[in-house]
């Protein structure tokens, strides 16, 4: 069965504290990796998508990376702007049809000064 | 970036009654939208895949007769829920797609549904 997993569920941090979100995957037939934010009572505001494993992507203090089983989000020194839930979705070949994204729980992060 | 507008973002309604969501691509024609449930503090859950100018998608679970999807343009997709029951209040999202498959999926603001 297709599953998205999200670790961990919440994320304390204090402002500068880097650290590391994951998302893992089982899919069969990955299409892309998808990184969303989304902050309460709003729709998911688009960040990364990642296509094959290897690859990496950045925006600001976010850096999105891509293996064979897994996901993970980097934040470097965060700000407390950064306090959002972040979403991992997978698009796979074969769950409907590729254009189907299937999400995980999502990592509720806060950042304090 | 693309832009998906969604309306209303509030409403409240009494039990019975069927509601109207409005999902639009402002800058781009979208074939396909998707339409999204979500509860509190839980992900996303999708409905149904809209497709333009054909019927709708469901996924396994969601009644079609109770979630009416309609995609009658490039830009719009509508989501009533009718005859509509407390159980039914959540966060609705709809997404569009720009382009293909690879194309970026960007969301609207949601629609908070509250059914007294």
């Known amino acids: 069965e297709d599953q998205v997993t999200q670790s961990p569920e919440a994320l304390r941090l204090q402002e500068g504290e880097s650290s590391s979100l994951n998302c893992s995957y089982t899919?069969?037939?990955?299409?892309?990796l998808f990184w969303y934010r989304q902050d309460p009572g709003k729709g998911p505001e688009f960040l990364f998508t990642?296509?094959?494993a290897g690859e990496e992507k950045e925006k600001e203090r976010l850096k999105a990376t891509l293996t064979k089983k897994e996901s993970f989000l980097h934040i470097t020194a965060p700000k407390p702007e950064d306090s959002a839930t972040y979403l991992c979705?997978?698009?796979?070949?074969?769950?409907?049809?590729?254009?189907?994204?299937?999400f995980g729980a999502g990592t509720r992060l806060a950042v304090h000064p | 970036g693309a832009v998906v507008s969604q309306h209303p973002s509030r409403v409240i309604c009494k039990s019975g009654t069927s509601v109207k969501i409005e999902c639009r691509s402002l800058?781009?024609?979208?074939?396909?939208m998707f339409w999204y449930r979500q509860f509190p503090k839980q992900s996303l859950m999708l409905m149904a895949t809209?497709?333009?100018?054909?019927?709708?998608?469901?996924e396994q679970g969601v009644e079609k007769d109770k979630f009416l999807i309609n995609h009658a343009s490039l830009t719009l997709s509508t989501l009533t829920v009718t005859s509509a029951h407390p159980e039914d209040s959540s966060f609705y999202i709809c997404?569009?797609?720009?382009?293909?498959?690879?194309?970026?999926?960007?969301f609207g603001e949601g629609s908070r549904l509250t059914v007294l």
């Open positions: 997404s569009a797609r720009d382009g293909d498959f690879r194309g970026e999926l960007f």
């Open positions: 899919v069969s037939g990955l299409r892309g």
């Open positions: 990642l296509y094959s």
């Open positions: 979705a997978v698009q796979a070949l074969f769950s409907g049809g590729y254009n189907k994204l299937i």
């Open positions: 800058d781009f024609q979208a074939t396909t």
């Open positions: 809209s497709n333009e100018g054909s019927k709708a998608t469901y």
